[in-house]
């Protein structure tokens, strides 16, 4: 199964309040070059310790990839990073551990590597990103940035964001107008758009990504469950 799992398993939906998310969960549909899937996307909330986590399945395979942390004043601390796939011969399983203790995050499963962090680093998985994203809409910014953990190597990557305009998209048969958000990434030339509906609580409608070895995208296509 070869398959870009990064924009896959970057989306995610939140309440409004961003200190304060609700629980939540919703259907997704994503479809790029190599593969058509459909998933559950859910957050929970216990003892104030928040889960995320990405439950998809087709014929040929399942994956459920997990991300815990903790949301303090607008500031969010991860503490894992999970990714599981099955048939277990497709050796994508993955487990990333946070240890502010000892101020290193490290992987353990396909990708192996320990890197050192500094502890007042605000450091976002791809699950977790979506969560700081939308704290950033909601507080006003229009141009903002991210410290986004590349999975396979351990590096940490700025992103770059910046609303270029607004546009209607229709769901559920009723339009909705939608921020659109553009990610700008400085180690490559792709083009990612987040069309990103306030109405809606800030849910992610529709993302699309473009670029020379792949396209890709993924849209909303039922909300389950919100607060």
Request: glycine share 4%.
């Amino acid at each position: 199964m070869k398959f870009n799992l990064f924009l896959l398993i970057i989306f995610s939906i939140s309440n409004i309040n961003a200190e304060s998310i609700g629980e939540y969960s919703a259907k997704y549909s994503y479809i790029s070059d190599e593969i058509s899937i459909k998933g559950i996307r859910k957050l929970e909330i216990i003892d104030n310790q928040y889960l995320m986590n990405f439950k998809a399945k087709n014929l040929l395979a399942s994956m459920e990839i997990s991300s815990s942390f903790k949301i303090n004043n607008k500031i969010l601390k991860t503490n894992s990073y999970k990714i599981k796939v099955r048939p277990s011969f497709v050796n994508r399983d993955q487990r990333i551990k946070f240890d502010y203790d000892n101020k290193t995050i490290s992987s353990s499963g396909r990708e192996e590597w320990q890197k050192e962090i500094t502890i007042n680093d605000e450091i976002f998985d791809p699950l977790n990103a979506q969560i700081k994203i939308r704290i950033n809409l909601i507080s006003g910014l229009e141009n903002f940035s991210i410290n986004l953990l590349e999975i396979e190597s351990g590096e940490i990557e700025r992103n770059f964001y910046a609303v270029s305009g607004r546009e209607i998209l229709i769901f559920n048969e009723l339009e909705y107008e939608c921020i659109v958000l553009k990610r700008i990434r400085e180690s490559d030339a792709r083009e990612t758009l987040y069309y990103i509906a306030p109405s809606l609580n800030y849910m992610f409608l529709k993302i699309i990504d473009t670029g020379e070895d792949r396209n890709q995208s993924l849209e909303l296509l039922e909300i389950l469950s919100l607060g």
